[in-house]
């Protein structure tokens, strides 16, 4: 029998990941065939391009209800797949594993904590790009693990107009904190208080006209400072306001001979959608956290809610029986609606079944459903009872224009019924009343008020996804 020590790896979703288990002591796996191996296929755009590069280097963590299988394993990216060696996956084909997986790898250990090159015109742009991928429920298998990662920190992207006399010599951008702490199996990080603001010195695209940098997420007033070849030294300080993760801010600038104008836009490129950062006046301004989210070939908006949650606000309009007939449990959102813009306005009707995905929810399975993604789009999720009265007491005024929606019908068995006097929305928290399992769902009144309350779920009606946190 062949002895081969590979493990193959593939990347697609992200969950969260069991940590901090003891080692599983190695045990030859004894198949009577080739040991399997484990390989990963990865969904990616790096900071330096739409991909991996050859030879870039990802670590990944194996555990199990038994243990930790492995700990910080290095793979590396052969221009199609991530692959290890002196790396098999264990025996017990049935025993389901977790994964966390990372960029850039470092040999000591997964960062706990990362800090970003404050000089970022070289090597130091592409080693700031923290990434981190997650998937759970893993069995051994010859098949690659499908992973996505997902950039955990912010990229300023600059866009200069030199309208002076002047060649741009040198920028910085300054006024953010380096350093943040990382929880890899959740995908977050949090910036260090307990570092100084430095001055980054941005990587370029094209010199005088297109530069980046890499920023831990926090709330900072940045600064940027362009030096020219005339001896002139230009600063401009932007509002205080808040970066995220994983976004793109575009900062728009325009140099003249006596002062440099700014103003930091989001935009949506191989990052999510950021937001807008004005001139500084003194006065901290609201961000529009309005963005996108493509999905079965359907662009549908999304937007961040005072609850402090990112909401799809748009009716979904998924068929998971591809074209054609609709799936199962899945209807038109009325008998005379059935164009492409109604299904636009209105979205498909869901049986919670349907919606969560499965044949039916009973007494057994429904316990296991409440927050389940269903037929949302990896991250996201059906929102549960809870999520939707987070919502309504975060907007005791009534729901944003950016949120409302209507349902002119819900489809009951045999029959559309008509809607006139407000909207309903899915929730995935099923609900055992009177010895029959409902499903709770959101209402929202034409007069502005809402509510939640028990439906019988075997009827269909709209839904919306909520990004996990």
């Not at 980046?212 to 300080?237: F, R, S």
């Not at 994983?246 to 325009?254: H, P, R």
């Not at 899915?426 to 499903?439: E, H, M, N, Q």
Request: charged residues 15%.
């Amino acid at each position: 029998m062949k002895n081969f020590k590979i493990c193959v790896l593939a990347v697609w979703g992200i969950l969260s990941v069991s940590c901090g288990l003891d080692p599983v002591e190695w045990q030859e796996p004894d198949r009577g065939s080739e040991q399997m191996a484990v390989v990963i296929d990865p969904l990616i755009s790096r900071v330096t391009g739409t991909a991996f590069n050859t030879g870039d280097r990802i670590g990944l963590k194996i555990s199990n209800s038994e243990g930790v299988y492995l700990e910080n394993q290095p793979l590396t990216y052969n221009g199609t797949l991530f692959t290890g060696s002196d790396l098999i996956w264990y025996n017990n084909i049935n025993l389901k594993a977790d994964l966390v997986a990372y960029y850039p790898y470092q040999e000591s250990s997964a960062p706990s904590t990362f800090t970003i090159a404050t000089d970022q015109s070289a090597s130091g742009f592409a080693t700031s790009d923290l990434l981190a991928a997650t998937k759970t429920n893993v069995t051994p298998s010859t098949s690659a693990v499908p992973m996505i990662f997902y950039h955990l920190l912010s990229k300023i992207s600059i866009e200069i107009t030199n309208a002076s006399d002047g060649q741009i010599t040198s920028i910085q951008l300054g006024g953010s904190r380096p350093s943040a702490t990382v929880d890899l199996a959740n995908r977050r990080v949090a910036v260090s208080m307990a570092t100084e603001n430095v001055n980054i010195i941005p990587h370029t695209k094209s010199a005088g006209s297109r530069y980046e940098a890499i920023v831990v997420p926090q709330e900072c007033a940045l600064t940027l400072t362009v030096a020219t070849n005339d001896g002139k030294t230009h600063t401009h300080t932007m509002v205080e306001s808040e970066l995220l993760g994983g976004k793109i801010y575009t900062l728009a600038v325009t140099l003249t001979n006596i002062d440099l104008s700014a103003s930091l836009s989001g935009q949506i490129e191989d990052w999510e959608q950021g937001g807008v950062i004005e001139e500084s006046n003194n006065d901290k301004i609201e961000l529009p956290e309005t963005g996108g989210l493509s999905y079965g070939g359907v662009s549908y908006a999304t937007a961040t809610l005072a609850d402090g949650r990112v909401w799809m606000v748009e009716n979904l309009r998924y068929n998971p029986a591809g074209s054609g007939a609709l799936a199962a449990g899945v209807y038109l959102p009325g008998e005379t609606l059935t164009s492409e813009q109604d299904l636009t306005t209105y979205g498909l009707l869901y049986t919670a079944a349907a919606a969560l995905g499965v044949s039916e929810i009973t007494g057994d399975n429904a316990a296991s459903l409440e927050g389940s993604q269903g037929l949302c789009p990896e991250g996201w999720h059906l929102p549960t009872e809870g999520e939707f009265k987070a919502l309504f007491a975060a907007y005791p005024e009534g729901l944003p224009a950016e949120f409302s929606f209507e349902t002119p019908y819900w489809y009951a068995t045999d029959r559309y019924v008509a809607n006139p006097d407000g909207a309903i929305l899915l929730t995935s928290t099923p609900t055992s009343v009177a010895k029959s399992t409902k499903i709770q769902v959101a209402l929202f009144y034409t007069n502005g008020t809402t509510s939640t309350n028990n439906k019988t779920n075997t009827l269909a009606l709209p839904m919306r996804c909520i990004k996990n946190q």
